[in-house]
């Protein structure tokens, strides 16, 4: 397996401790495999049915716990007719494993003995889970001001917790000083196997719409995993002759800390970093995305925007949404939030993606 920089290009072949280019760019996987629905195995009923389009290391067996294939639900939003996706019922309660369980497949393959992330939760006990699961030993940096409840699940797991005061930047930087020194970052921001992971959220939508693309999808937006992901999956539907076109992706974030939306507004190519403000989206609380350039141009090949929200409304949406029967975090409530402001354009099938448990969260 090969990877290449999205900034400059540069190729180098794959090792478990190489997260990034020299040049601080994302990396892709080189010459990943195509998606053929010839070689869905419909016996299997997690994400690895799609394991013929994931890239990995020869022989690699997968480490999973069961994530992928999560229920598609149909309901109704003020007269908006819609599907939830719901992402907060994979193992550990949140759309992360998809990403976890590729890259821990990866890495432990690659003969990985311990990993370390940052996170402000979800990652974080996602990592926890299934390094837990593949017998690897976990350290996850967490800023201070994360969800208890999700503090607690990643120390349930067994990993070891470090909890980094100040800003969520602050794990960021205390993970990379690890990195430094020779630790295997399992990052979800920059490890490109996280993408493929997530891209099989198209691959469903896709099977369980009876073999066709919606035609606009809302999501939360912070890292912009899941949307990347969402745009390569569609993006080998639609080179495979499976589907028509794109969906349109319609990324949502938190108006306190808003860097892509405020790029979006402002028809800028690249985001410029913004202060992270307090907000009650702790999982999107994210101020300079390290692939923001790519969001915006996925976001705007595909006729989308990304719009933000603020918390009263946040929360709005998430006490209606619990009212409806779905019990989403905060974090994932921005998406049902976006759907007034976004109900002239949301034409068509329309999923909205709920992305992680109300269980992860206090209060
Ligand atoms: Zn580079």
Redesign the pocket.
């Known amino acids: 397996m090969r990877v290449i920089?999205a900034?400059?290009?540069?190729e180098f072949p794959w090792e478990a401790t190489r997260f990034r280019?020299?040049?601080?760019?994302p990396l892709e996987v080189a010459g990943a495999p195509a998606f053929d629905p010839a070689q869905v195995d419909p016996g299997d009923f997690t994400l690895w049915r799609y394991r013929h389009a994931l890239p990995m290391p020869k022989d690699a067996r997968p480490v999973t716990l069961g994530e992928g294939m999560t229920p598609l639900v149909e309901a109704e939003w003020d007269g908006l007719r819609l599907r939830f996706k719901c992402e907060s019922l994979n193992p550990t309660g949140s759309f992360k494993d998809r990403g976890t369980a590729v890259l821990v497949t990866a890495l432990a393959a690659a003969g990985a003995e311990s990993v370390v992330e940052d996170s402000s939760g979800n990652a974080g006990s996602s990592l926890a889970a299934y390094a837990a699961r593949a017998g690897l030993r976990a350290t996850i940096y967490v800023p201070a001001h994360a969800s208890p409840a999700k503090k607690a699940q990643i120390s349930a797991y067994g990993a070891q917790l470090v909890s980094v005061p100040g800003p969520r930047a602050a794990a960021a930087e205390a993970v990379l000083e690890a990195a430094s020194k020779g630790a295997i970052y399992a990052s979800h921001v920059y490890h490109p196997l996280i993408h493929h992971g997530m891209k099989t959220v198209a691959f469903e939508l896709w099977e369980q719409l009876g073999r066709r693309a919606p035609d606009a999808v809302v999501l939360p937006v912070g890292h912009g995993s899941l949307l990347l992901g969402l745009a390569m999956g569609f993006g080998e539907l639609l080179a495979a002759g499976c589907i028509r076109r794109v969906p349109r992706f319609y990324g949502v974030q938190a108006a306190a800390c808003a860097p892509l939306a405020a790029a979006w507004e402002r028809g800028a190519e690249e985001p410029e970093p913004v202060s992270e403000g307090e907000t009650v989206a702790e999982g999107v609380r994210i101020a300079a995305p390290v692939r923001g350039r790519e969001i915006l141009a996925a976001v705007r090949a595909s006729g989308g925007a990304l719009v933000a929200v603020p918390d009263e409304e946040t929360l709005r949406a998430r006490e209606r949404l619990a009212h409806r029967g779905f019990y989403i975090e905060p974090t994932s409530a921005v998406a049902v939030a976006a759907l007034d402001r976004l109900r002239e354009r949301l034409t068509g099938t329309v999923v909205a993606i709920l992305t992680g448990n109300g269980l992860k969260h206090s209060g």
């Open positions: 920089c900034h400059c290009g540069r280019c020299d040049c601080g760019g």
